[in-house]
T-cell receptor, first 114, second 116 residues
Framework: AQSVTQPDIHITVSEGASLELRCNYSYGATPYLFWYVQSPGQGLQLLLKYFSGDTLVQGIKGFEAEFKRSQSSFNLRKPSVHWSDAAEYFCAVGAGNQGGKLIFGQGTELSVKP | SAVISQKPSRDICQRGTSLTIQCQVDSQVTMMFWYRQQPGQSLTLIATANQGSEATYESGFVIDKFPISRPNLTFSTLTVSNMSPEDSSIYLC?????????????FGQGTRLTVV
């Protein structure tokens, strides 16, 4: 069965510092991978997605993620964090052959220090 | 893209009662889903809302507790029945414009439910 693991429950970084959020997946075939962000009181917003092709994916708000099949990972990165990036980040994998159906990781809460 | 409106945005309910949450989409969509996000937890899929037929429930969720309707391609409801404090969660509606495996899912802002 598919699963997603986000090893870090909570991360704190200083504003302007780089960021990497970890995501590991378990899936037998080619995974369809997503990163979503949830700001307080808001719904989920898609940051980026990977289906095939170039393993380095660019997303919105300056985020990028790299798919590494050998490590079953899809880590999210940002070179310079802004205070407004403080939020909950969820990695997800497409579940089976049904579009839009997702399995989520536990989430990583990002705090940004001034 | 799709814009999703959920009502109510939040509610406080007495145990033993039921609450119906509405999900309205601004365009016709193929797939609609309901998720639960318990406090401090991730999102767990409750069911797929099928237009004109019974919803498809995930393991651990049953129709008697979470009846779902989807009368057309833009609207769905989720009812949380006979509520207990353990049902206190955020309930989110999600849609996909098509059934391709790589399609993006859009989310509503959620309904924050507190059961007292």
């Amino acid at each position: 069965a598919q699963s997603v693991t986000q090893p870090d429950i909570h991360i704190t970084v200083s504003e302007g510092a780089s960021l990497e959020l970890r995501c590991n997946y378990s899936y037998g075939a080619t995974p369809y991978l997503f990163w979503y962000v949830q700001s307080p009181g808001q719904g989920l917003q898609l940051l980026l997605k990977y289906f095939s092709g170039d393993t380095l994916v660019q997303g919105i708000k300056g985020f990028e993620a790299e798919f590494k099949r050998s490590q079953s990972s899809f880590n999210l990165r940002k070179p310079s964090v802004h205070w407004s990036d403080a939020a909950e980040y969820f990695c997800a994998v497409g579940a089976g052959n049904q579009g839009g159906k997702l399995i989520f990781g536990q989430g990583t809460e990002l705090s940004v220090k001034p | 893209s799709a814009v999703i409106s959920q009502k109510p945005s939040r509610d406080i309910c007495q145990r033993g009662t039921s609450l119906t949450i509405q999900c309205q989409v601004d365009s016709q969509v193929t797939m609609m889903f309901w998720y639960r996000q318990q406090p401090g937890q991730s999102l767990t899929l409750i069911a797929t809302a099928n237009q004109g037929s019974e919803a498809t429930y995930e393991s651990g969720f049953v129709i008697d507790k979470f009846p779902i309707s989807r009368p057309n391609l833009t609207f769905s409801t989720l009812t949380v029945s006979n509520m207990s404090p353990e049902d206190s969660s955020i309930y989110l509606c999600s849609v996909a414009l098509d059934n391709r495996v790589n399609t993006e899912a859009f989310f509503g802002q959620g309904t924050r439910l507190t059961v007292v």
